[in-house]
């Protein structure tokens, strides 16, 4: 099966304020956009990825984005993360109503491809399924065969809630990259050790190189 990927990025000046004590306001942003990026490159050369459509209302960061191979989804819908992988989600089957859409998180910066398509593969044998993260406490994948809505429920304990939903709890073998967000300083050494993308590991080096936390 092909999946059309949904991604959602927030503008990056407002985006990872929980690596405050990480990194610095000025360093944050770029952070946010190479975590992005490193994640939508490894999705485009996942086999099991059709297209990625990115919802998100910077353009900067959208035609960035957009120079890797996404469709950016203009217009997000103001109330939050849900209702922009909603209004994504809609877009992709307004174009291929028959689509295979999956919700992937943004920060995912040391994802592997062929992690990935695992994943993607598991999830195919069921109409909603859901791929919990590294802390085993949120979602960083969720996925919505054709003919099923995606109905995401992202934010605080989304994996009780996915679970609730009806979603499939996957846990693949080797899929750590795929699980592997970054919200905090503990979550980015984490990425860092499982080996990040090229622009998160440049926007790293400038971080160790004296960006570095606020004292």
Do not use: Y
Request: charged share 20%; net charge neutral.
């Amino acid at each position: 099966m092909q999946w059309t990927l949904v991604v959602p990025v927030k503008p990056p000046s407002r985006a990872k304020s929980r690596l405050a004590d990480t990194a610095s306001d000025a360093l944050r942003p770029s952070l946010a956009l190479a975590f992005a990026l490193d994640t939508v490159a490894a999705a485009l050369a996942c086999p099991r990825v059709r297209d990625v459509a990115v919802v998100t209302d910077d353009g900067p960061a959208g035609r960035e984005l957009a120079a890797l191979g996404a469709r950016i989804v203009a217009g997000e819908p103001g109330g939050g993360l849900n209702p922009a992988l909603a209004h994504g989600a809609a877009a992709v089957r307004a174009l291929r109503p028959r689509a295979a859409v999956a919700a992937l998180n943004a920060d995912l910066p040391a994802l592997r491809p062929r992690e990935l398509a695992r994943v993607l593969d598991a999830a195919a044998e069921f109409p909603r399924a859901f791929l919990p993260d590294a802390a085993e406490v949120g979602t960083t994948l969720l996925a919505a065969s054709p003919g099923h809505e995606l109905r995401p429920a992202f934010g605080t304990d989304s994996r009780v809630r996915h679970a609730a939903s009806g979603a499939v709890e996957l846990l693949p073998d080797a899929v750590e990259s795929v699980r592997q967000d970054v919200d905090t300083g503990d979550d980015l050494r984490a990425a860092l050790a499982l080996g990040t993308g090229p622009r998160t590991a440049a926007a790293a080096a400038r971080l160790l190189l004296g960006g570095g936390p606020r004292r």
